[in-house]
C-alpha cells in the first residue's frame, strides 16, 4: 500500500475517528469522512486539522443511509468503519433494538465497499467483543482466538448488555464478508477503553473516565480491573494494519490493566488534588468486566507501540484544563 491513497472514514467527528483523520492528513492522505452534518459546530475541528482544507472532504450519511455510504466511499481503495451505533437506553430497550441497526449499519458500510470495490476494510470493534467470555481458560490471557459468548452476555443484568451483544455480532458480520468472495479484505481492531486527550469539543464517555477522578465525582468507587489504551494508540493501530498487507483477521488493542485504586494512586503521584475517591470497595470481578488479562502481542508483532500511562495521563489533563472541564489548580484554589 502507498501513500496518496484515497480513504474513507465512517463517524469521522468521534473521538477516534478524529484522531484517524489527523494521522490520515499527516501522512498525505485524501480523506472522505461521513457525519450527520458537515455544518455542525461539534464537527468544526476536523476542518482545521493540518491539510483538512485540501485533503478532507465531509459527506453528509449515516450508517442507515445506504446511498449516502455509497456517495462518500466511491472513488476509494480504503474504509476505517469507526461509526458505531449506540441507542438511548431505557427501561424497556428491547435485544433488537440495539443489535439490529449495529448489524444494519455494519452490512450497509459492507455494500459500499463492495460497489466501490475497494481494496482493504478496517472495522473498529472493542474489547467487548472478547471479554464475555467464562469458558475462556483462566490461566491464559484472552487473545484474538477468544471470542464473547452471546448466550452468556444475554444472561448479564442491565441494558448495556445488549451493546455489549451488538458490538460481538457486529464483529462477526463484518468478518463474515472475508468469505464471501468479495475482492475486499476484512481487518478488525478490538480497543479497550480509550483515553487520552480529545480533538472534538464535546467529552466522550470513555475519556471521561479520567476527568471523573479527578474531580472526584464519587467519594467511594468500585475498585475494579480495567483495561486501558490511549486514543492516539488507536488510531496508530488502524493506519498500521490498514497498511500491513500482512495484517489479518482481528486484533486486540490494549496497553495497561490494573485497578482503579492502582490508577487513582499513580494519578495522585502526579496531581496531589484533594478530590480523589477516599474509599474503594472490593469489586465482583465477572468476565464481562474485564479481570482476565488481555494480549495484544499479535498487534505488537506489526511493530505497534503505545504510549506511556504517565503521558496519557498528562496529556489528559492538560486537555481537561484547556477545555476548562477541569479547573487549574490555581483557578480552583481562588
Known amino acids: 500500500m502507498t501513500e496518496k491513497q484515497r480513504v474513507c472514514v465512517t463517524g469521522a467527528g468521534g473521538y477516534i475517528g478524529s484522531w484517524l483523520i489527523k494521522y490520515l492528513l499527516s501522512r498525505g492522505y485524501i480523506v472522505h469522512g461521513t457525519v450527520r452534518d458537515p455544518g455542525d459546530e461539534k464537527n468544526a475541528h476536523l476542518k482545521k486539522l493540518e491539510n483538512a482544507a485540501e485533503n478532507l472532504i465531509l459527506f453528509k450519511t449515516d450508517l442507515f443511509d445506504l446511498e449516502g455510504l455509497c456517495s462518500a466511499i466511491a472513488g476509494c481503495t480504503g474504509v476505517f468503519h469507526v461509526a458505531s451505533f449506540v441507542p438511548a437506553f431505557h427501561d424497556t430497550v428491547a435485544e433488537e433494538e440495539v443489535t439490529e441497526p449495529a448489524i444494519t449499519g455494519t452490512k450497509n458500510v459492507m455494500k459500499a465497499c463492495a460497489a466501490a470495490k475497494v481494496k482493504r476494510v478496517v472495522v473498529v470493534s472493542s474489547i467487548a467483543a472478547v471479554v464475555c467470555n467464562p469458558k475462556w481458560h483462566k490461566d491464559h490471557p484472552m487473545d484474538e482466538e477468544c471470542w464473547s459468548d452471546p448466550e452468556f452476555i444475554r444472561t448479564l443484568e442491565?441494558?448495556?448488555?445488549?451493546?455489549?451483544?451488538?458490538?460481538?455480532?457486529?464483529?462477526?458480520?463484518?468478518?463474515?464478508?472475508?468469505?464471501k468472495?468479495?475482492?475486499?479484505?476484512?481487518?478488525?481492531?478490538?480497543?479497550?477503553?480509550?483515553?487520552?486527550?480529545?480533538?472534538?469539543?464535546?467529552?466522550n464517555a470513555s475519556s471521561s473516565l479520567l476527568l471523573n477522578l479527578l474531580k472526584g465525582s464519587a467519594?467511594?468507587?468500585?475498585?475494579?480491573?480495567?483495561?486501558?489504551?490511549?486514543?492516539?494508540?488507536?488510531?496508530?493501530?488502524?493506519v498500521l494494519v490498514y497498511k500491513n498487507p500482512e495484517a489479518k483477521?482481528?486484533?486486540?488493542?490494549?496497553?495497561?490493566?490494573?485497578?482503579?485504586?492502582a490508577l487513582v494512586e499513580k494519578m495522585k503521584s502526579m496531581y496531589p488534588r484533594p478530590n480523589y475517591p477516599k474509599r474503594f470497595t472490593e469489586a465482583e470481578e465477572a468476565p464481562q468486566k474485564g479481570d482476565r488479562m488481555l494480549s495484544s502481542e499479535k498487534l505488537k508483532r506489526l511493530g505497534w507501540n503505545y504510549k506511556t500511562l504517565e503521558e496519557t495521563i498528562v496529556d489528559s489533563v492538560i486537555c481537561f484544563e484547556k477545555t476548562g472541564d477541569l479547573p487549574k489548580p490555581e483557578a480552583a484554589a481562588s
Not at 448495556?160 to 455480532?169: D, M, P
Not at 467519594?219 to 488502524?238: F, G, I, K, P, Q
Open 249 to 261: 483477521g482481528r486484533y486486540i488493542c490494549n496497553s495497561y490493566t490494573l485497578k482503579i485504586s
Open 219 to 238: 467519594e467511594s468507587v468500585e475498585d475494579a480491573t480495567y483495561h486501558l489504551v490511549d486514543v492516539r494508540d488507536v488510531a496508530e493501530a488502524l
Open 158 to 179: 442491565g441494558d448495556f448488555r445488549y451493546y455489549l451483544l451488538a458490538k460481538t455480532l457486529a464483529e462477526r458480520e463484518a468478518l463474515e464478508y472475508n468469505n
Open 181 to 203: 468472495g468479495n475482492e475486499f479484505e476484512v481487518v478488525t481492531v478490538c480497543p479497550s477503553i480509550t483515553i487520552g486527550p480529545r480533538l472534538q469539543s464535546t467529552i
